[in-house]
């Protein structure tokens, strides 16, 4: 059975200061997502990553998955408060349809 | 751009009563989704859909079932609502998985049975 951990579950950092999410599954998988999730709002997607060693990019946010060690994870450079949300992994079940498993997600309060 | 809206936004029902939640999608997506979201428990997966008049159950499919008549609206009906229902429910699209199957999120349904 797929678990998804994620960790920490909470997170308060001070702005400019660098801090890394761990998403970690229990079976193989090659396909990882990151969603970004405001309070009172839906989750938007920030990254799918498809295949060992990849690395996406966005602003202050960084991605990365290896599939080996079944580990993601996402690191925040020089965090402002304009990053202050839930984080969420989710890992595709594989097979042919795109199920997904959520991690808990991380909330990050960023403080300025 | 993707385009996933829910029926409401927050409703109230008491227990025992049948509750309709609706989903549209306007981009013609194969795949569609129901989860429930409570704290401590990330996203659940009620039902899945891959196709009209096609569904799958999820991880938590009891109490609730669906329905996929048109390619761009599925429901979630909770045959006869009970406290334990009290949620956030998100509805999901995606294209099939070859086609990339990023999942597209509505704004959420805060249901809450009194």
């Known amino acids: 059975e797929l678990k998804v951990e994620q960790n920490p579950l909470f997170l308060s950092m001070q702005e400019g200061k660098n801090y890394t999410i761990y998403c970690n599954y229990s079976?193989?998988?090659?396909?990882l997502y990151w969603y970004r999730q405001d309070p009172g709002k839906s989750l938007e997607s920030l990254f799918v990553?498809?295949?060992?060693?990849a690395v996406k990019q966005e602003g202050r946010l960084m991605a990365s998955l290896d599939t080996k060690a079944r580990l993601s994870t996402l690191h925040i450079t020089a965090a402002v408060h304009d990053l202050s949300a839930t984080y969420f992994c989710?890992?595709?079940?594989?097979?042919?349809?795109?199920?997904?498993?959520f991690g808990t997600g991380t909330l990050l309060a960023v403080q300025p | 751009d993707v385009k996933v809206t829910q029926s409401s936004r927050y409703l109230v029902k008491r227990t025992g009563e049948k509750v309709f939640l609706e989903c549209v999608q306007d981009?013609?997506?194969?795949?569609m989704f129901w989860y429930r979201q409570d704290p401590g428990l990330g996203l659940r997966l009620i039902y899945f859909?891959?196709?009209?008049?096609?569904?799958e159950k999820g991880d938590i499919p009891e109490g609730y079932s669906v329905s996929r008549e048109k390619k761009e609206r599925f429901s979630l009906i909770l045959e006869s609502a009970s406290t334990n229902q009290t949620s956030m429910y998100l509805c999901?699209?995606?294209?099939?998985?070859?086609?990339?199957?990023?999942?597209?999120f509505g704004p959420g349904t805060r249901l809450t049975v009194l």
């Open positions: 999901a699209s995606s294209l099939r998985r070859l086609k990339g199957g990023t999942q597209y």
């Open positions: 079976t193989t998988s090659d396909r």
């Open positions: 990553l498809l295949s060992n060693g």
């Open positions: 989710a890992v595709d079940r594989g097979g042919a349809t795109n199920k997904l498993i």
């Open positions: 981009m013609d997506h194969e795949n």
């Open positions: 859909s891959y196709d009209v008049k096609m569904k």
